[in-house]
T-cell receptor, first 114, second 116 residues
């Protein structure tokens, strides 16, 4: 299976609702989990990240939770707005030989309907 | 604006040709990463350099090569181009060598490559 799995691939919500995107990873040694937002044709932008010494991190309407035992982490967006519409990627660093390879999920296309 | 610059923004070329993509990291950043983003493959890590030395390698084809120069800018060379190489190529930078992959990466605007 893939080293980082992300679900769902598409998420459609009404403005004001919450959105949750989930990722699982395979390498128990992974300890840094960033989330990126990418608008069409633009660069990925870091929106929040979490390291394995914490279980939850919050920044205004965005929060990330991490369960190292289960090897999964989630992005939570509350009070969604149309400008939150974008593709969101999770990532984890996966061991490969003596290196850690940045590995991205396949992305979630979030659509927020006004 | 992340502070990472990439040139050119767009590149159109033919199969079999060779192109060079250029990346300048944020001021002070020593690590440069290259990624390929295509519609069906998502964001794929290609290669990482730290202070001029190769540090990690992903799914980079043998037709592709990269280097980081003493002034820390990096170039990605793509040769014998195929239709399937059409993609967005991003570079990213981070301040230090990633310890267990923990460094925050800042992405450039990307180079859109179209191979005809």
């Amino acid at each position: 299976g893939e080293n980082v799995e992300q679900h769902p691939s598409t998420l459609s919500v009404q403005e004001g609702d919450s959105a949750v995107i989930k990722c699982t990873y395979s390498d128990s040694a992974s300890n840094y989990f960033p989330w990126y937002k990418q608008e069409l044709g633009k660069r990925p932008q870091l929106i929040i990240d979490i390291r394995s010494n914490v279980g939850e991190k919050k920044d205004q309407r965005i929060a990330v939770t991490l369960n190292k035992t289960a090897k999964h982490f989630s992005l939570h967006i509350t009070e969604t707005q149309p400008e939150d519409s974008a593709v969101y990627f999770c990532a984890a660093s996966i061991r490969s030989g003596g290196s850690y390879i940045p590995t991205f999920g396949r992305g979630t296309s979030l659509i927020v309907h006004p | 604006d992340s502070g990472v610059t990439q040139t050119p923004k767009h590149l159109i070329t033919a199969t079999g040709q060779r192109v060079t993509l250029r990346c300048s990291p944020r001021s002070g950043d020593l690590s440069v990463y290259w990624y390929q983003q295509s519609l069906d493959q998502g964001l794929q890590f290609l290669i990482q350099y730290y202070n001029g030395e190769e540090r990690a390698k992903g799914n980079i084809l043998e037709r592709f090569s990269a280097q980081q120069f003493p002034d820390l800018h990096s170039e990605l060379n793509l040769s014998s181009l195929e239709l399937g190489d059409s993609a967005l190529y991003f570079c990213a930078s981070s301040p230090r060598e990633a310890y267990r992959g923990q460094e925050t990466q800042y992405f450039g605007p990307g180079t859109r490559l179209l191979v005809l």
